[in-house]
């Protein structure tokens, strides 16, 4: 009798196996049709692992051992395996998105921060959600609130100026998703923040325009907080070597290569005109080296020009443009890393972390020293021009 029933359990332990044989066959080809990516099953079934493993494997979970993560990782790179983001999303609690809002119109600002962000997503698991809002839009607040429903984005990345605006910063504190701000304009909004040192940069950078020996030097604004910071630190070097800032030679700009043009014709067509101008991003600075060109001044010999980000334009004019390196795509990857460590999760209390990334200072064919007299000289060749009928600069 014992020896009957061991028989009828071994009978069904076999057809139990057949079938799952079976089926594992069944579900092997049919991520094997034709076209049909590979799925996280083959993954499993080549690497000998359990397809919770491969979950844990691709959510960058440490609890998985080394040698397995390693083969793990090894079988997909073969496969060419890519996880679905919305099948991982329905799994859990995690949308595997980050946003990222943005206003700024530096062309080459917005590129640096998507391609740092992209980058450290793709190779975090996570897939990157970009939207450009105008900050003086009357809806901006309905906007935001409908993308956080639709998207249940899992952190969002906010750019200045939008970093500063305070509708944006509630709606997404009520929303409870973890933010992180990227050069906001104060310390007191409560959010985690990635920066650099705006003001010690233009304060490096204008000390270097005084030692080649330039004392009139001019500054141009921009219309975001980050100017603020880097007149100051203009400011701040101007005062310790003891020379007096002009007034009448700090002119508001818009951080756009146009309003440059408008501040270097108003500022190089006066009776004493500076040695060097100082524009607050190099979209500006750019504009000035294109004003000057067109009223016939040599740079550097007549006129020294900085800028500000070391955007990829300024490699690309003659002369080049002396700037200061802004890391850009660096703070945008630490911002991607600061919503995905622990010091952001639900729950997490402390003060908000804050990440300030080094800068460099850039020097290339746009400074030098002032030429003893030229300056007088050239103020004397645009007014010339200027009084010519039908002049254009």
């Keep these: 009798m014992q020896q009957t029933k061991e028989r009828a359990s071994t009978k069904t332990d076999t057809i139990t196996a057949a079938r799952t044989d079976k089926s594992n066959e069944r579900v092997q080809e049919l991520s094997k049709r034709a076209g049909a990516p590979p799925t996280i099953v083959d993954v499993a079934r080549k690497a000998g692992v359990s397809i919770k493993t491969v979950s844990r494997v691709m959510n960058k979970e ?24 919305s099948a991982r999303s329905l799994a859990g609690a995690k949308s595997f998105l980050v ?27 996570r897939h ?10 009357a809806d901006l607040q309905p906007q935001i609130e409908s993308m956080l429903a639709a998207l249940r984005p899992d952190g969002m990345i906010l750019t200045p100026p939008l970093c500063d605006d305070p509708r944006i910063l509630e709606t997404l504190r009520a929303s409870a998703t973890p933010c992180v701000l990227i050069s906001p304009a104060g310390d007191d909004h409560g959010m985690a923040q990635v920066a650099m040192d705006d003001a010690l940069a233009a304060e490096e ?11 009139r030097i001019a500054f141009i604004q921009g219309d975001q907080a980050a100017s603020e910071r ?34 270097a014709h108003s500022l190089l067509r006066r009776p004493t005109p500076p040695t060097a101008v100082f524009a607050a991003n190099d979209d500006m600075a750019l504009g000035v080296l294109a004003a000057a060109q067109r009223l016939g001044l040599a740079v550097p010999g007549e006129l020294s020009i900085v800028g500000f980000d070391d955007s990829r334009a300024a490699t690309l004019v003659w002369p080049a443009l002396t700037t200061v390196r802004q890391p850009v795509a660096e703070m945008a990857m630490a911002a991607v890393d600061l919503l995905l460590s622990d010091e952001l999760k639900p729950g997490a209390t402390g003060t908000p972390p804050a990440r300030v990334l080094a800068h460099e200072l850039v020097v290339r064919g746009s400074t030098a020293a002032p030429l003893h007299g030229a300056r007088a000289d050239a103020g004397e060749r645009q007014g010339a021009k200027a009084a010519r009928p039908g002049a254009r600069a």
Excluded: W
Excluded at 128 to 137: I, K, N, P, R, Y
């Design 205 to 215: 950078l204008t000390n270097l325009l005084v030692s080649l020996g330039h004392e």
């Design 128 to 137: 990157l959600v970009v939207e450009s809002l105008q900050s003086d839009g």
């Design 230 to 263: 880097r007149q100051r630190g203009f400011e701040r070097a101007m005062a310790s070597h003891r020379l007096a800032v002009d007034p009448a030679l700090v002119i508001p700009g818009k951080f756009d290569f146009e309003s440059g043009v408008d501040a």
């Design 62 to 85: 440490p609890t998985v051992h080394a040698q397995t993560r390693a083969l793990v990782l090894e079988v997909v790179a073969e496969l060419h395996y890519r996880p679905q983001l």
């Design 99 to 125: 946003g990222l809002l943005y206003y700024e119109p530096s062309a080459a600002y917005v590129a640096g921060i998507q391609r740092g962000a992209t980058l450290r997503c793709r190779e975090a698991g």
